[in-house]
């Protein structure tokens, strides 16, 4: 098997280069020249490829990436529930999905999942290795058995957590929130237990081999990312940085595509800095972050701390936002939580390729403001990001003004009445002043 990577370091362009450049409005060579040069990466396991998948990239040069996570739990699991959600967030418009389940049967879950998924699949396969075993029971051999059979069906990406090691664990003490990360906290325990390094990191040349053998690509994980602001971007969440920029490197070396995933709870002030260290220290491989939120305090409401966070960390040098729904720190996710932490996080990331400048982000805004100008509701509520929720709160409000709900007819908005339709007085001006500046002759 030759990978993405190794393709375009040799120089050639993939079909599913093709199609993400077709997809950006970029040139393949572009394509080409990012994934070579470790900027820019294509989950895409041949697998997955040949069934339902339509290629993504992940990378400065492209639109900026949302995920949704789901996943049956061992006290609530549902085959048709997860189906239904992974429906709703890619209606919704991620652009990729995470199957992070823990109940149920994992193998069917995942199968029938990944046969419905036309977008980039990832698993984390530490949540399979510990079902039916306590953590000390973890060994090297099952690590290495899971993880080829995830590949053999398909997966496109694993959270890889690798680079939280044994000597890491005595500045976790000094956290408010210690170890947040659930993959994190299964690799402490057992080297805890075992006074052992980390099987992920010893076996990380084995993991290179099945990843490169079938072109799943790392998303290296970060077990220690913050959970609190108050823990943000210390020694334990560095050190763990610095030893994700040793495996990028190591896992380029092995023909692997790799991303790295970033810090969940910052601080706004100390977003930018995280951004340009994780570049510098990870050789500029694309940064995947949860949110990350802003402050703690807002329980119920964490897709919006998380949108904000994520807007600053797009334009600061993220590619790919892991949406937060508003469920986040309080229970499992529906499917209206799934939808309403798409949408939030896909305006994130459009205000981010807006803000940096990216060809044509912009261009959506423009014709939705020219439709509003116009009274033109038709294309205002199609080119909205949720038309979903505009037209029903738009048909709500033609109906208690007695308006037409189309309001074609109608030459001022819902919200003012006529006489005070600031869209109708401004017509009525632009009208006027464009006549006057063109007298007949």
């Not at 990331?349 to 020219?370: E, F, M, P, T």
Request: glycine letters at 8%.
């Amino acid at each position: 098997m030759t990978t993405q990577w190794e393709m375009a370091r040799s120089g050639k362009i993939t079909g599913a280069m093709q199609n993400v450049a077709e997809r950006e409005g970029l040139t393949a060579e572009t394509i080409r020249d990012e994934v070579a040069a470790g900027r820019l990466v294509i989950p895409a396991n041949p697998v997955h490829m040949t069934g339902s998948l339509n290629p993504t990239g992940i990378g400065r040069a492209c639109a900026v990436k949302v995920n949704a996570n789901i996943g049956a739990s061992n006290v609530r699991s549902s085959l048709d529930e997860e189906i239904a959600k992974m429906q709703v967030a890619i209606d919704a418009g991620a652009d990729a999905v995470m199957d992070l389940s823990t109940g149920g049967d994992l193998d069917q879950i995942r199968q029938e999942l990944l046969s419905r998924c036309p977008v980039p699949f990832g698993t984390v396969p530490i949540y399979e290795v510990i079902t039916d075993r306590s953590v000390e029971e973890i060994d090297h051999e099952t690590i290495l058995k899971i993880i080829t059979k995830q590949a053999e069906q398909g997966v496109d990406f694993f959270t890889i957590h690798a680079g939280l090691l044994k000597e890491h664990l005595a500045l976790v003490g000094r956290r408010v929130c210690g170890i947040v990360s659930r993959g994190g906290a299964l690799i402490a325990k057992w080297m805890a237990h075992h006074g052992r390094q980390n099987p992920m990191y010893d076996l990380f040349d084995d993991l290179c081999d099945i990843m490169r053998e079938h072109d799943v690509c790392f998303s290296l994980g970060d077990g220690l990312r913050p959970g609190c602001i108050a823990d943000a971007t210390d020694e334990a969440q560095l050190a763990e940085l610095r030893v994700l920029g040793e495996l990028t490197q190591r896992a380029w070396d092995k023909g692997c595509q790799v991303m790295v995933e970033g810090p969940g709870h910052v601080p706004f002030d100390q977003i930018q800095y995280n951004m340009e260290i994780q570049n510098q220290i990870c050789h500029g491989a694309p940064f995947y972050v949860l949110g990350p939120l802003v402050t703690d305090i807002a329980p119920g409401y964490d897709h919006i701390t998380s949108a904000i966070g994520g807007t600053a960390a797009a334009y600061y040098g993220a590619s790919f936002l892991c949406y937060v729904t508003p469920r986040e720190h309080l229970g499992l996710p529906n499917a209206d939580d799934v939808r309403r932490g798409v949408v939030t996080a896909k305006i994130a990331a459009h205000a981010a390729d807006v803000a940096r400048g990216l060809a044509g982000a912009a261009d959506r805004d423009r014709r939705l403001s020219v439709a509003r100008a116009n009274l033109d509701w038709t294309t205002h509520l199609a080119e909205s990001i949720d038309p979903q929720t505009a037209r029903a709160m738009h048909e709500e409000a033609c109906r208690q003004s007695r308006m037409s709900e189309t309001s074609q007819t109608e030459d001022f908005c819902t919200m003012c009445g006529r006489e005070w339709c600031s869209v109708r007085i401004n017509k009525e001006l632009r009208t006027q002043f464009t006549s006057s500046s063109h007298p007949a002759q």
